[in-house]
């Protein structure tokens, strides 16, 4: 079965230092894969995807994302994290051969002063 | 991106009553698609709105419940039929073009409570 995993409900993180939100996936076929996040009260928002190429990918909001087929993960992170960074992510894949996205069950990001 | 506007942004309903969200899109869209994320849950698709033709459900929703029309490449409504509380939910559109790849857009979502 096809599927996203967040291991983490939560990360806590301080304002300046690095952060790193993980996913891991299981597909058949190449992976698509996404990030979002979702701040209170809204909708989500994209912030990048892989398809194919570099592995490294970059985003919105200063975000990048590492794909690592070795490890089937795709890690969300960013160098130096802001207050305002605090919001839900949710990583997606797109469900084999369709346009259906499969979502994890989300990590909660707190960024502290 | 295409802008996404969904209304109404929430609503309170009385068990046992229908409520119809509506999705409208600035540009022509391919894709349009109902999700649903339940209280502190990740988002589930609920089906795919097919332009003139009948709704796309996954495993566990059904017309009945969740009708959903789609008349245009812009514009779509879902209908939350005889709703329970647990129903209660963040109702969402999203678009996306032609291609398998490409990025589904998400409206800001309606945000329903059943009592």
């Known amino acids: 079965a096809q599927s996203v995993a967040q291991p983490e409900d939560q990360v806590n993180v301080a304002e300046g230092n690095p952060l790193t939100v993980k996913c891991t996936y299981s597909v058949s076929g190449n992976p698509y894969l996404f990030w979002y996040v979702q701040y209170p009260n809204r909708g989500l928002q994209f912030l990048l995807k892989?398809?194919?190429?570099?592995?490294l990918v970059k985003g919105s909001y200063g975000f990048e994302a590492e794909f690592n087929k070795s490890q089937t993960s795709f890690h969300l992170k960013k160098p130096s994290a802001l207050v305002s960074d605090s919001a839900l992510y949710f990583c997606?894949?797109?469900?084999?051969?369709?346009?259906?996205?499969?979502f994890g069950t989300g990590t909660r990001l707190q960024v502290f002063p | 991106s295409a802008v996404i506007s969904q209304k109404p942004s929430r609503d309170i309903c009385q068990r046992g009553t229908s409520l119809t969200i509506q999705c409208q899109v600035d540009s022509q869209v391919t894709m349009m698609f109902w999700y649903r994320q339940q209280p502190g849950q990740s988002l589930t698709l609920i089906a795919t709105?097919?332009?003139?033709?009948?709704?796309?459900?996954e495993s566990g929703f059904v017309i009945d419940k969740f009708p959903i029309s789609r008349p245009n490449l812009t514009f779509s409504t879902l209908t939350v039929s005889n709703m329970s509380p647990e129903d209660s939910s963040i109702y969402l559109c999203?678009?996306?073009?032609?291609?398998?790849?490409?990025?589904?857009?998400f409206g800001p979502g309606t945000r329903l409570l059943v009592l």
């Open positions: 892989y398809i194919t190429g570099d592995n």
């Open positions: 709105a097919n332009q003139g033709s009948e709704a796309t459900y």
């Open positions: 999203s678009v996306a073009g032609t291609a398998i790849q490409e990025t589904q857009y």
């Open positions: 997606a894949v797109l469900r084999y051969n369709t346009d259906k996205l499969i």
